[in-house]
């Protein structure tokens, strides 16, 4: 069974006919030619598949495109705006967040994510008091990151990127 249905991909609107059983990760790599997002474990264990759907982070290999009809979707290829780098990615390459690459683009996503969740005061399972403000130290930022695996191992330098655009 297939639906019509119309996705916001990074600002720009796709009416699109997907089988209802089919992931957004799917949708993005093979209906919009998006392949930021990787096909990691698609379990929805390692991350590399994150995306932002209004605003929250989405593992996209869970997702069935059906429930983000008329959502807003943001992708890695998205976070850049009018040729400027987003300022997490270039933290990300300031930083030297990234080895092999392949994870980098649910990093990305995660992280931006990340900021915001703190910014609007969302506690996570480490915030010592979740009726004061959060504050995005080390041990939130790997607490809120743990969904995202780094295969390379570059986790200190995405914690020092994440802590640079958070501050």
Same mark, same amino acid.
């Given at each position: ?35 930021? /997002?990787?096909?990691?474990? $698609?379990?929805? =264990? !390692? @991350?590399? *598949? &994150? ?6 982070? %989405? ?31 270039? /933290?990300?390459?300031?930083? $030297?967040?990234? =080895? !092999? @690459?392949? *994870? &980098? ?6 992280? %931006? ?55």
């Amino acid at each position: 069974m297939t639906a019509d249905i119309m996705l916001s991909v990074n600002g720009d609107e796709h009416s699109v006919a997907v089988d209802t059983r089919e992931t957004l990760l799917d949708t993005l790599r093979e209906h919009l030619d998006l392949i930021g /997002a990787k096909k990691g474990c $698609d379990h929805g =264990q !390692c @991350g590399a *598949c &994150t995306v932002l759907v209004d605003g929250r982070r %989405v593992k996209s290999c869970l997702t069935l495109t059906v429930t983000v009809d008329d959502r807003e979707i943001t992708t890695v290829e998205g976070l850049a705006a009018d040729g400027a780098l987003h300022p997490m990615q270039a /933290a990300f390459v300031e930083r $030297d967040a990234f =080895q !092999c @690459g392949y *994870c &980098t683009p649910g990093q990305l996503c995660s992280a %931006v994510a990340v900021v915001r969740e703190v910014a609007d005061g969302w506690p996570s399972a480490v915030t010592p008091d979740v009726s004061g403000p959060v504050s995005l130290d080390d041990d939130e930022i790997r607490e809120r990151m743990s969904g995202n695996l780094c295969r390379c191992g570059a986790y200190v330098n995405i914690v020092a990127a994440i802590r640079q655009v958070g501050a």
